[in-house]
């Protein structure tokens, strides 16, 4: 379902990162891991990515500052997707003022996430797409 797909998963922790690893390599997914805000900048600075899905809670930089950061100073439109154990009205709202593109509540289900990377990275190519002609 996500063969093909490079996807960027920022997770501070361990175990969260290494189950969404798993779950996305299972699908095909190529992914590389951020253990925080910063990394994920960096990397996403230096390669190139279909997706991010990214933690909120985070040291040194949490989600919200990283996708912030991604809007407005890499002017990169990525799809971000975010991964919450908060409340998910809230949460949403917030993830929306601050650029991602969609909220996940842990524990998240498998078919639900990959359905919705494929969706935005499939919207996200059209757009791009359109922005080219």
């Known amino acids: 379902m996500l063969t093909g797909y ?3 998963v920022a997770e501070d922790n361990p175990l969260n990162q290494k ?8 699908h095909g997914a190529m992914v590389t891991s951020a253990g925080n805000g910063k990394e994920a900048i960096a990397l996403l600075e230096k390669g190139s990515f ?3 899905l990214m933690d909120i809670q985070m ?8 996708a912030t950061y991604i809007r407005t100073v890499l002017k990169s439109d990525i799809p971000i997707i975010a ?17 991602m593109n969609t909220c996940i509540m842990k524990p ?14 499939t919207e996200n190519k059209i757009s791009s797409e359109k922005r080219c002609i």
Do not use: Q, W
Request: hydrophobic letters at 40%; a negative charge; glycine letters at 6%.
């Open 19 to 26: 189950i969404a690893t798993f779950m996305l390599e299972k």
């Open 50 to 52: 279909d997706l991010i």
């Open 83 to 99: 991964l919450s154990a908060g409340n998910l009205d809230y949460e949403l709202e917030r993830c929306l003022k601050t650029g």
């Open 6 to 8: 490079s996807i960027l």
């Open 108 to 121: 998240f289900d498998t078919n639900e996430i990959c359905n919705k990377i494929v969706t935005l990275v």
């Open 59 to 66: 040291p040194e930089m949490d989600g919200h500052e990283t």
